[in-house]
C-alpha cells in the first residue's frame, strides 16, 4: 500500500478531528497531495489540496474555514484537521497524490479510506 489513511471516527456535529496519511517518500516527494470524500450512494468528490510544498492549499466551498490541509515539505504525512464537523460531512475519507508539485488532478496513487461519521 503505498498511502494510508488513518484518524476517521465517530464524533457529534460540532466536534472536530484529524485525518492523517502517510505514504512512500517516492509518491510524497515533488507532488501534491489530496483528500476526497465519498458518501454512500454519492460520487467521490474533492475535499483539499496541498502544493509539493505545503505553501499552497485549496478547498472546496463545502468545507472551506471548517477544515484545513496540511504537510511538512519533505515529510511523508499528511493531515486534513476538521472542526466544526456536520452531519453532511459523513463519508470514507481518501487521500491522493497527484502527478505534478501543483495539484492538477491528474493523480497517481490512492490511499485505503477512513471513516469519518458525524451524528446529529
Known amino acids: 500500500v503505498q498511502l494510508q489513511a488513518s484518524g476517521g471516527g465517530a464524533v457529534q456535529a460540532g466536534g472536530s478531528l484529524r485525518l492523517s496519511c502517510s505514504g512512500s517518500?517516492?509518491?510524497?516527494?515533488?507532488?501534491?497531495l489530496a483528500w476526497f470524500r465519498q458518501s454512500p450512494g454519492k460520487e467521490r468528490e474533492f475535499v483539499a489540496a496541498?502544493?509539493?510544498?505545503?505553501?499552497?492549499?485549496s478547498y472546496s466551498d463545502a468545507v472551506k474555514g471548517r477544515f484545513t490541509i496540511s504537510r511538512e515539505h519533505g515529510a511523508d504525512t499528511m493531515y486534513l484537521q476538521m472542526n466544526s464537523l456536520k452531519p453532511e460531512d459523513t463519508a470514507v475519507y481518501y487521500c491522493?497524490?497527484?502527478?505534478?508539485?501543483?495539484?492538477?488532478?491528474?493523480?497517481?496513487?490512492w490511499g485505503q479510506g477512513t471513516l469519518v461519521t458525524v451524528s446529529s
Open positions: 496541498v502544493n509539493w510544498r505545503g505553501s499552497t492549499t
Open positions: 517518500r517516492r509518491i510524497y516527494n515533488n507532488n501534491a
Open positions: 491522493a497524490a497527484d502527478r505534478r508539485p501543483i495539484y492538477s488532478g491528474n493523480l497517481q496513487s
